[in-house]
């Protein structure tokens, strides 16, 4: 039976480590992103781990509505069915530089990136979810559960959490699941690298029970997991991968 998966924010981090992961599994893969050319390379990745798989890069502004009316339309005249949405794309949260208007600014941004392009990319795409045993699977944070210094974006998190629930109740009785997958500091992702000073991982670390920072993989893992047919009676939950955080810097 083919399998056909739609990732976005799949040109690097955890979305190109599920991107790569579900190739072993699917057989048709869309890969969403801003940057063409970093989706190339996972698509070159995917080549080499599944010959066989049929892989579809898509340039796609997932905060613009335009921008994903246009590619619902491609997937709806393109492919018969989506078996797996994973909604992967993100933003990191600008950084405030005073004043009421920047607040707002900020806080716009922020929901734009993190809350609104998953909800838009989600509502295009629902009817042409596989009914019964479509996946949707969020990548939220676990900054919605203890916060990370950075407001606007903890909240979007959460606001996602929230949202996968409703489409739990909306979705169910077409036999999709909807779930969060939460991780904690992800270190070879594009919202570290650069990002973090040595004080500060040194503190996420030592919150963490295991002593050290995710990988990617280990974040794709997880999804795998939820958007397989093994996870048929979960949904509606917030998995997180956190390697045993409790309290936070």
């Known amino acids: 039976m083919t399998r056909t998966a739609i990732i976005t924010g799949a040109g690097t981090g955890i979305g190109a480590a599920t991107a790569r992961t579900l190739a072993s599994s699917c057989d048709v893969l869309v890969l969403v992103g801003r940057r063409a050319e970093k989706l190339a390379n996972v698509a070159a990745e995917i080549a080499d781990i599944n010959p066989d798989a049929i892989t579809h890069v898509q340039s796609v502004d997932l905060t613009d509505v335009t921008a994903v009316e246009g590619f619902a339309d ?6 018969p069915n989506i078996d797996i949405l994973v909604n992967n794309a993100g933003s990191t949260q600008p ?45 939220g944070s676990f900054a919605a559960q203890f916060g990370n210094g ?45 990002r973090i000073s040595q004080e500060r991982h040194e503190q996420l670390i030592s919150a963490i029970a295991v002593g050290r920072a995710a990988v990617s993989q280990e974040i794709a893992n997880v999804i795998e997991f939820l958007a397989s047919p093994g996870a048929s009676f979960v949904s509606g939950q917030t998995v997180t991968a956190n390697g045993g955080v409790m309290f936070p810097g």
């Open 95 to 139: 950084r405030f530089q005073g004043g009421l208007q920047d607040v707002s600014d900020v806080w716009e941004t922020t929901l734009r990136g993190n809350l609104m392009s998953v909800v838009l990319t989600t509502e295009a795409l629902l009817d042409h979810i596989s009914t019964p045993g479509g996946r949707i699977v969020i990548v």
């Open 74 to 79: 491609w997937v709806k005249q393109s492919l």
């Open 150 to 194: 950075s407001i606007a974006y903890s909240a979007a998190k959460a606001a996602l959490q929230t949202y996968a629930v409703s489409l739990t109740r909306t979705q169910g009785p077409r036999g999709i699941t909807c779930n969060v997958v939460a991780p904690g500091y992800t270190a070879d992702t594009e919202l570290v690298i650069g």
